[in-house]
């Protein structure tokens, strides 16, 4: 059963993050789906949860106030609107991969041969700066999402702040060559455990902000995120038996 109910006192992602933590830490919550711009929560749960539970999560952050407005069902989907949906929540990632091929391409292309290696070292220098930056724009409201899924950060609140800086470095890294050995090593085990946590909440089937654009845009958790990781382990594994 889906249960939606008002709440006040978000005014950014990162309180989103924060509400969506505290709600799925209650008994019988499974997904938890914050909506800043319409001052509503929506609560999936096993079994039926009062709302003042619900309320009484919220108890240490006294600027959220949760209350009842209606209780309802989940509507199926139409397919072509789900599709439609689709596209528009992935919108930023897609032309974001897409500013990146291209590029990369483009100067494979005026170097007038294309060498496979150099292409990837390209991409992934373009890769992690562009998703260092959005992460840095909001590094906070970043660090708090991040730690709903991400194992290391789950142990470690520190690690979401410093996951930034270190996408910041290999973007450099990669761009300016500087020890391929170490920095592809660096990203593969970087990736590795990262992909950990995204792969336990997908298959969990939590609906939870992905944190790959940082807290700038709102994008679930899915197998987009499942792939984002894969491409740069693959990449740099690639690279790495090259050298080996």
Request: with cysteine.
């Amino acid at each position: 059963m889906t249960h939606t109910y008002k709440i006040s006192g978000m005014t950014c992602s990162g309180c989103e993050a924060k509400v969506q933590e505290l709600l799925l830490a209650v008994p019988g919550a499974k997904i938890v789906i914050p909506d800043l711009t319409k001052g509503e929560v929506k609560v999936t749960m096993d079994r039926h949860i009062e709302t003042p539970v619900l309320a009484n999560a919220l108890k240490d952050f006294p600027k959220y106030t949760l209350s009842d407005i209606r209780h309802k069902a989940a509507e199926p989907v139409d397919r072509e609107e789900e599709k439609a949906g689709w596209l528009q929540t992935y919108k930023p990632i897609l032309l974001i991969f897409g500013y990146i091929l291209g590029l990369t391409l483009i100067v494979e292309f005026v170097s007038g041969s294309f060498l496979w290696q150099r292409w990837m070292n390209h991409f992934m220098a373009g890769f992690f700066l562009t998703f260092s930056f959005f992460k840095l724009l909001d590094l906070k409201g970043f660090a708090e999402s991040y730690i709903m899924y991400d194992i290391l950060a789950k142990r470690w609140s520190g690690w979401g702040y410093l996951y930034a800086f270190i996408e910041l470095g290999l973007g450099i890294a990669f761009l300016a060559g500087f020890n391929p050995l170490l920095t592809n090593s660096i990203t593969f085990v970087v990736m590795g455990i990262s992909i950990i946590g995204v792969l336990q909440s997908v298959m969990n089937k939590r609906k939870i902000q992905c944190a790959c654009l940082g807290a700038v845009f709102n994008l679930p958790m899915s197998t987009v995120t499942i792939l984002e990781d894969l491409l740069m382990i693959l990449m740099s594994g690639i690279m790495l038996a090259g050298m080996i």
